[in-house]
């Protein structure tokens, strides 16, 4: 999100923020209500979850849960939702992939093709979240209809056959992910390409790079922290997500959302739902860690 | 003679930034009603002493008074001081009419709209008023940031290299403006800036600043004609400055020895007589004459080769070489007497002893002839 | 000629590309808006059937729909004043102060942006339960502050970043005191992006559905109206509330450009 108010007007002129020293504890002040809240509504309940996680499975809210440091817990639900979080993580990383690229030629002709049309171009990129989520989600269920247009084109066309659809596929709901949370792969990678100097480019052209080369050579690499964030913001809220798979699958597409929300609300048996919440955490910081390492870009945060 | 009771007492001032001395025991005072120019290349210090004067800054040691007030310790919105700031710094998100009325309003003034059209026809900008700074020229802005400064009557205007940002043209242009400006408010100006030029067709008195400390302080002309230190006969134009040892008096002149040759100045233009020194002549004071030519009675000399010249239009720059190696300058106005010389030729680089003038030399240290590089440098253009 | 038609191709594919993956973008909302118009055959149908403005007329009719709209915009309203108020204090002290733990308070801010939704709404429910603080409206409000926050720091701060700390300098210079400075300074030239803050929190909270599920109990918000009526068979009229939400969100968005265009385009 740094990255989506990066587009915003440049830093202008050098700031000297050194202020007086005598007010040496104003800044605290300013910080302690905002940092409170943060540390006890979300540092405080990733302590209880963390807690809960290891709760005796035997207990229940009426009964009360007694803590006794189930790590058998994790082993239980990792494997009682080991297919949806396989597909979880499988889903959103096709999703991803498909969201470089298209957002790419979208992010890179927004930055250096549009010229006046920018602001609208942007503004059109980021109208989808102008709408509710669920209620766009559905709109989707309408457009995959089977008795849609695009199924029956499809259909006319063989694509699909006589009795083909798409709804309540795995590919809606990748469809779904990926239309949801493209704007946050294009944003930071608009940011990025839109800062390039431009001149690099020309001097490319001017040493004897065809497009292509200084599109691999120059324009890739340098847009590279704008992709490494953004497929993060896109990558991790998809893994999270059960609304797609929820409103546009059938239960043979649920994501791990599914269980970790039927684990609370309905079976009511919050130390496995705990145990998946937390195993899905660490999951993905570890793709996190290994993706930045391997990308070898630490300009995200 | 004139009031002194608004004279600005910058007195032994020291601004230290961890363990960076920035400006360095520093003691300055600047008469009611001057223009002085604070002349020197950047990041000398210059923006420091200001912000101090201005109280954005506060002294590490040392004492800023106005007057016989110590104003020290008073905050910037409780001095009779205003600051016109490098790139201005006008308020984006007020009109000129509201930037230039800021003072005011803070201080409650009424007929706020009577002065600010008062204080906008002194700068030329009538019929601007309901502009943003962003729809503004630079020398626009500038006028901008010159007038909300100047309606408040401070005792002091500050400028922080106001032409700075200014392309040539327009910056001779302001020059004179502000020069004007400030013979009819009559306000003291203590003017900011790295541009020699600027420095001395502006300000009746100049102060040059080396590495945080006062070089020389004096009118534009003394200064040139016989600069205090080395670092002053190279930042203000240009000399040839040759190591040798002073020899002590002799009637009214100092005696100096140089690569074998003896040399006289007199003792009024010498400040030492005795150890080692540089004998300074500026090069449009000396004079060429093919070898084994006569040399003017009373003049002194040195023999050398020319190696380079340049056409500059008002006069020829020549480079002379002399026997020990250096090269020295010679600027020979072009008046249309004398022939070009060509490269190669022996010549006689002569000069009268009343031009040339004595300073202080390490001991060690070889003969400068080069003007200090004064490139304002990115950081310093914000800074 | 053919040489032409390849320069020709070579400069607008991109472009052709990018609008086409407009298209993509936009299609649902189309939908939407197209579906506020549909008078659906069935209960359960999705599909077009036939024009009416019917759901515009009585958006109300579907019971509990507009109870669970305005109980969205109060706890939006409420999320977005208590999180702009707590995030631009701390943008400020971020921007303007340097001080020890400036780190650590990065990496407060930065990771309820960073952890997946699932995780911070279970993760809240357990505290509740373990608190045994009943679930509702001010769960649901709690945590909705916290979300926003961090977006509320970030963009506050990056405008402060952008703004040449010398005007408060220029401002003293000129007589204003520290309050003054920060009255007609500070505040006027921070003000957009406390405002876009706001505008960002609002619709944060407004559109939240993970969070909110675990934390609701059984308070309905706008979004789980939606979830639950997908079981039963959504109403038109949600079509119509999340026409009229784009319109209105769009409205916002290019009035406040069109101000910004007007307004300060040197800060
Ligand atoms: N706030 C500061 N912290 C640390 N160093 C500073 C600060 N302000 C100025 N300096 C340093 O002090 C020196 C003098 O700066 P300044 O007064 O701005 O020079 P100038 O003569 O170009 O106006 C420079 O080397 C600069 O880097
Ligand atoms: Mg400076």
């Not at chain 2, 040392?62 to 308020?91: C, E, H, K, M």
């Not at chain 3, 068979?233 to 265009?261: E, H, K, S, Y």
Request: glycine share 8%; aromatic share 10%.
């Amino acid at each position: 999100m740094t990255l989506m108010t990066g587009i915003g007007a440049a830093p202008a002129g050098s700031a000297r923020p050194a202020r007086k020293s005598g007010r040496r504890w104003l800044p605290y002040l300013l910080l302690l209500p905002g940092t409170l809240w943060l540390v006890v509504f979300f540092f405080g309940p990733m302590l209880t979850l963390g807690a809960a996680s290891l709760w005796d499975p035997a207990g229940s809210l009426q009964t009360g849960y007694a803590q006794t440091l189930s790590f058998g817990n994790y082993v239980d639900a990792v494997r009682d939702a080991g297919p949806q979080l396989l597909r979880s993580f499988w889903y959103a990383a096709i999703a991803t992939l498909i969201g470089v690229i298209i957002g790419y030629p979208l992010a890179y002709a927004i930055a250096l093709k549009a010229g006046r049309w920018k602001y609208l171009l942007l503004v059109a990129v980021v109208a989808p979240m102008f709408t509710s989520f669920l209620v766009r989600t559905l709109a989707w269920k309408t457009i995959l209809s089977d008795n849609g247009a695009l199924v029956g084109l499809l259909r006319d066309i063989g694509i699909l056959g006589a009795d083909g659809r798409l709804l309540a596929t795995p590919i809606a709901v990748v469809l779904g992910l990926t239309y949801n949370f493209l704007p946050f792969l294009v944003l930071p990678l608009y940011a990025s390409l839109e800062r390039l100097d431009r001149r690099l480019l020309e001097a490319a052209g001017d040493l004897y790079a065809s497009p292509a080369r200084s599109f691999v050579k120059i324009t890739l690499p340098l847009s590279m922290p704008g992709l490494v964030a953004g497929t993060l913001l896109f990558f991790i809220p998809a893994v999270g997500d059960y609304i797609n798979a929820e409103l546009l699958g059938n239960p043979n597409t649920y994501m791990v959302g599914n269980v970790i929300d039927s684990a609370f609300l309905v079976r009511l048996d919050y130390p496995h739902g705990a145990a998946l919440s937390f195993a899905l955490m660490f999951l993905i910081l570890i793709i996190v860690m290994v993706y930045l390492f391997r990308s070898g870009t630490d300009e995200v945060v | 003679m004139e009031s002194t009771a608004g004279d600005l007492h910058i007195a032994n001032v020291t601004k230290r930034f961890g363990i960076f001395t920035a400006v360095d025991d520093l003691t300055l005072t600047i008469p009611q009603g001057a223009f002085f120019a604070l002349l020197g290349a950047s990041g000398c210090g210059k923006t420091t002493t200001l912000r101090m004067v201005a109280g954005l800054e506060e002294p590490t040691a040392g004492q800023v008074r106005l007057g016989d007030r110590d104003i020290t310790r008073l905050r910037p919105y409780q001095r009779p001081v205003n600051t016109v700031f490098q790139s201005y710094a006008l308020f984006p998100h007020l009109d000129v009419f509201e930037n230039v009325a800021f003072g005011l309003r803070r201080r409650k003034v009424r007929q706020v709209a009577s002065q600010v059209e008062r204080m906008l026809a002194l700068v030329q900008l009538e019929g601007f008023t309901k502009r943003r700074p962003a729809e503004l020229s630079g020398g626009q802005q500038q006028r901008v940031a010159l007038a909300r400064a100047l309606i408040n009557h401070p005792q002091v205007l500050l400028l922080d290299e106001p032409l700075g940002a200014l392309d040539l043209k327009l910056r001779r242009q302001m020059q004179i403006e502000l020069k004007r400006i400030q013979t009819e408010v009559g306000i003291t100006f203590v003017h900011v800036t790295h541009d020699q030029e600027e420095a001395m067709t502006m300000a009746d008195t100049v102060a040059v600043m080396n590495a945080g400390r006062i070089e020389q302080l004096g009118r534009p002309a003394e200064i040139y004609e016989y600069p205090a230190t080395a670092f002053v006969a190279n930042f203000l134009g240009q000399s040839n400055l040759l190591a040798g040892e002073a020899a002590g008096l002799s009637g009214g002149d100092v005696l100096v020895s140089a690569y074998e040759q003896r040399f006289a100045v007199p003792a009024v233009r010498a400040r030492a007589d005795q150890g080692p020194v540089f004998l300074g002549v500026r090069p449009e004071k000396l004079a060429l004459v093919a070898d084994g030519a006569a040399v003017p009675a009373g003049h002194q000399s040195v023999a050398g080769v020319v190696t380079d010249s340049s056409y500059v239009g008002v006069s020829t720059q020549y480079l002379v070489r002399t026997g020990w190696g250096t090269e020295l300058a010679v600027f020979a106005p072009n008046s249309g007497t004398a022939a070009p010389l060509a490269l190669g030729a022996r010549v006689t680089a002569h000069w009268d002893p009343r031009h040339a003038f004595i300073l202080r030399r390490e001991p060690g240290e070889g003969d400068r002839t080069t003007p200090v590089l004064d490139e304002p440098d990115a950081v310093g253009a914000v800074s | 000629m053919n040489y032409r038609i390849g320069r020709w191709i070579a400069d607008r594919w991109v472009m052709g590309v990018g609008l086409l993956v407009l298209a993509y973008l936009a299609l649902p909302i189309i939908v939407v808006a197209g579906l506020s118009f549909n008078r659906p055959s069935n209960r359960l149908s999705y599909d077009f059937n036939e024009f009416t403005l019917d759901n515009w007329t009585n958006v109300c009719g579907p019971a509990g729909l507009c109870d669970a709209v305005l109980r969205s915009v109060q706890i939006g309203f409420l999320a977005t004043v208590f999180a702009t108020v707590l995030g631009t204090l701390m943008a400020f002290a971020l921007a303007r102060h340097k001080f020890f733990a400036r780190p650590a308070v990065n990496v407060i801010i930065f990771l309820p942006m960073a952890t997946p939704e699932l995780v911070m709404g279970t993760s809240l429910l357990a505290l509740f339960v373990t608190g045994s603080v009943a679930l509702g409206f001010w769960t649901i409000l709690i945590a909705h502050v916290m979300f926003c926050i961090s977006f509320v720091v970030v963009t506050v701060k990056a405008r402060l970043a952008g703004m040449d700390a010398r005007l408060e300098e220029a401002a003293m210079d000129l007589y204003a005191t520290p309050f003054q400075t920060f009255r007609r300074v500070t505040l006027p030239l921070a003000l957009p992006g406390i405002v876009a803050a706001a505008l960002l929190s609002f619709s944060l909270s407004f559109d939240d559905f993970i969070i909110t599920n675990f934390n609701s109990g059984t308070t309905v918000t706008f979004p789980m109206y939606v979830w639950g009526a997908n079981q039963r068979g959504v109403p038109p009229q949600v079509n119509v509330i999340g026409t009229a939400m784009f319109a209105i969100a769009l409205l916002l968005v290019l009035a406040t450009n069109v101000r910004r265009r007007r307004g300060a385009r040197v800060a």
